[in-house]
T-cell receptor, first 114, second 116 residues
Framework: DGGITQSPKYLFRKEGQNVTLSCEQN?????MYWYRQDPGQGLRLIYY???????QKGDIAEGYSVSREKKESFPLTVTSAQKNPTAFYLC?????????????FGDGTRLSIL | AQKITQTQPGMFVQEKEAVTLDCTYD???????LFWYKQPSSGEMIFLIY??????QNATEGRYSLNFQKARKSANLVISASQLGDSAMYFC?????????????FGTGTRLTIIP
């Protein structure tokens, strides 16, 4: 079945460590997105990419980095500069064929600080 | 100012009753889209329904319908005949931006609990 795969499901980070969250899609979607969700809040956009080798900052990009070397993959690195990384991270993708196309989401990664 | 406002942090509804989840939005764009997503406790986001700003009729998808009042900038989700499986967080989101640079902005959500 087509879908979005995020891994790992749970991730623990030590102080000063960079960690990378994986996101892979086989929906042939052009656009991919990373969101952060904190308890009691909605989703906030970190980075997004509409085409390979190009990406844009979202509303809360500081302390994060991404790459888009392949259409299917959009990994997110949480760097040591992100001082409060504990959150639920969701990856999404969408077609650009018309404005009514919804974003499809992965199952998320829960990141915690050790 | 909040672009998407969901004023109901939590709601309790009796099984089989209808429920309306409120969503108001703020935009100066003429072309935009409104989405509703369901998030069960497991965390995944499930797309429910979409309404485009130029759509003249309210969107419907099975038990879900969208009460779209453009002049009031509201896009309320109506769930008919609620079921225990409807218990979840519900998020309203708005798509803005030109083609190739579109983003979704989410509200803070409403936690819906269905009572047997």
């Amino acid at each position: 079945d087509g879908g979005i795969t995020q891994s790992p499901k749970y991730l623990f980070r030590k102080e000063g460590q960079n960690v990378t969250l994986s996101c892979e899609q086989n929906l042939n979607h052009d656009a991919m997105y990373w969101y952060r969700q904190d308890p009691g809040q909605g989703l906030r956009l970190i980075y997004y990419s509409q085409i390979v080798n190009d990406f844009q900052k979202g509303d809360i990009a500081e302390g994060y980095s991404v790459s888009r070397e392949k259409k299917e993959s959009f990994p997110l690195t949480v760097t040591s500069a992100q001082k409060n990384p504990t959150a639920f991270y969701l990856c999404a993708s969408s077609s650009l064929q018309g404005g009514n196309q919804p974003q499809h989401f992965g199952d998320g990664t829960r990141l915690s600080i050790l | 100012a909040q672009k998407i406002t969901q004023t109901q942090p939590g709601m309790f509804v009796q099984e089989k009753e209808a429920v309306t989840l409120d969503c108001t939005y703020d935009t100066s764009d003429q072309s935009y889209g409104l989405f509703w997503y369901k998030q069960p406790s497991s965390g995944e986001m499930i797309f429910l329904i979409y309404q485009g700003s130029y759509d003249e009729q309210n969107a419907t998808e099975g038990r879900y319908s969208l009460n779209f009042q453009k002049a009031r900038k509201s896009a309320n989700l109506v769930i008919s005949a609620s079921q225990l499986g409807d218990s979840a967080m519900y998020f309203c989101a708005m798509r803005e931006g030109s083609f190739g640079n579109e983003k979704l902005t989410f509200g803070t959500g409403t936690r819906l609990t269905i009572i047997p």
